[in-house]
């Protein structure tokens, strides 16, 4: 280790918090998360759409932990049959937006020139727009629902995560190990996918895991504003909306939901801020 | 400052919002559905839709459509949105000051909070307060805005106090107290989403500042810690400030989009929102342009700010 980054990591505040604690509580958050969505698929205590006329509005009990809706559905079932859709829309435009961002990051560092030049003024213009905007704008073209949320979360994010694998690979594309390949002859794929990328992957597992809360709280949003998952299917930010209506009647329909969210999305920065602390990686810029 | 560093900043910000009005347009265009089928809905005959495609320029080549609409939209003359039957300039100016007047008290607010406690957190690094602040503002990051103003409704609509309206607005003109109640949940779900972000920048900037060589010279020379603080660290650890606040005030639009939308609040995010649900594309451009437009104007503003503080940027630049 260079003394510069040595005294980086003295000067760095978190390692005298505790910051592995990070790693751990954001990855049992994480873990629960997933775990829960995908129990939810299969199985919940009661089904999420049967509706207790006598029993509407109930506060949490024994039998109804979370208590029950306006029509007396189970917030824990719904919230847990929903898991499934909120996480994987966070997950799916996560990984639309790396699926974009890394072949074109990868390019613009190894090339270079003036298409990169190109690409990073698109990308600063891109970035000038507010991501949920950005997401809005592409839902206003493709309409609402549960996949065009997905395209729209992942689309407006692809151009930060180009920007990130790109400022990762810019280095990498200059060492030696890069021209050895070129010497001896190995195509620019090859150069790209195997002997960049594995040296790259760090920072682009740790924005992908920061994005992944944020895709997940992206598309909470849409869902809240009407234009995400459509009723009667309900994910999170669906049953918030829902649940705002009815707050004077009782409060666990939506203090439920809206906990369940903002802890999945400290899971997943916390996972994302502990990683980047384990492989480490110098904290983001101040920009970010 | 130079001339040279302000024109070449308001070069590249021109050039962002030329790209950026062509990827609204791209978005409104390229996507299937257009204008005619929002006006007229999915039943229309094909003969109508034609008709009115044609009324509305959209049977022209797409390069000449999207010339026309810069070109109108230089002039200030955004076209005619489809379901307000009004120009779309009129329909944005109605909403767009009730935006702007949420935004200027939340960076205001958001900064006489964030900064003071970000500067404290750094000068108290690592102790007790430091890590309750941080703490804080990791949870105000966490917290989605959606979920803070349903909360606040809760508390302070909600039946035991009743303090607050938990929805829609009051013009100032017409009663200032009604209108102070209408905004106050509004500003504050925003002063909370931003100044979790505010605060944890601020701190890592003043961090810096105080770990560097200036500092500890001021410092070895013997002046009082408060006169180093004050004199010295400061001011370039608000630069920081300054530059974030400019970049989140991206992020503050999106949130406004929804707080708007929470507390039925006539804005340009309320606006947004009903033109996407209703397709009215003529309004999502004019109103996306606008606030692309914004954002730039924030920054260049920021860049200026930020010159004006530390001459080192600017003649570096």
Known sequence: MSTAAVSSKLRDPRSRLGHNAYLRIGGALTAAVLLVAVLGLIWTPYAPSA??????????????????????????SRIMAGAWRSVSLGLAATALAAAVGVPLGLAGAYWRGWLDTLMMRVIDALLSIPSLIFALLIVAGLGTGHAQAIVALGIAA????????????????EQDYVTA????GETTLYIQYREILPNVWPPIVVEASIFAGFALMGGAALSFLGLGTQPPAADWGVMVRDAQRYVSQSWSPLVAPAAT????????NLLGEGLRDRLQLSERPADE | MSP?????????????????????????HVLPGDAATAILGENATPEALQAIRVRLGLDRPLTLQYAGWLAGALRGDLGVSATFNQPVAEVIGLHVANSMTLAAITLAAAALIAIPLGVIAAVRRGKALDATILTGSYLGISVPDFVIAPLLILVFAGPPLQLLPSSGYVPLGESSLGWLAHIALPTATLTLVLIAHLMRQTRSGMIDVLASEYVRTA?????????????????????????????????????????????????????????????????????????????????LLADWVHGLLNPR?????
């Open chain 2, 219 to 299: 410092r070895l020379k013997g002046l009082p810690e408060r006169m180093v603080l004050l004199r010295h660290a400061l001011r370039n650890g608000l630069t920081t400030s300054i530059t974030v606040l400019a970049l989140d005030f991206g992020y503050l639009m999106g949130s406004i989009v929804i707080v708007e939308e929470i507390f039925a609040y006539p804005g340009l995010g309320r606006l947004i929102v009903y033109a996407v649900a209703n397709r009215d594309l003529p309004l999502v451009q004019g109103a996306a342009l606008l606030i692309g437009a914004v954002y730039v104007g924030a920054n």
């Open chain 2, 313 to 317: 940027v600017a003649a570096h630049a």
């Open chain 1, 181 to 184: 390949a070129r010497a001896r």
């Open chain 1, 51 to 76: 509706v207790d006329l006598l029993h509407r509005s109930a506060p949490p009990a024994a039998g109804h932990l979370f208590g029950t809706d306006q029509y007396g559905r189970d917030v824990l």
């Open chain 1, 158 to 173: 692809a151009p930060r995560f180009t920007r990130v694998v790109r400022g990762a690979a810019i280095n990498a594309a």
């Open chain 2, 4 to 28: 040279a560093f302000l024109l070449r900043r308001l070069f590249s910000g021109l050039l962002s919002l030329a790209i950026l009005s062509l990827l609204i347009f791209a978005c409104t």
């Open chain 1, 261 to 268: 969210i903002s802890l999945a999305i400290v899971g997943f």
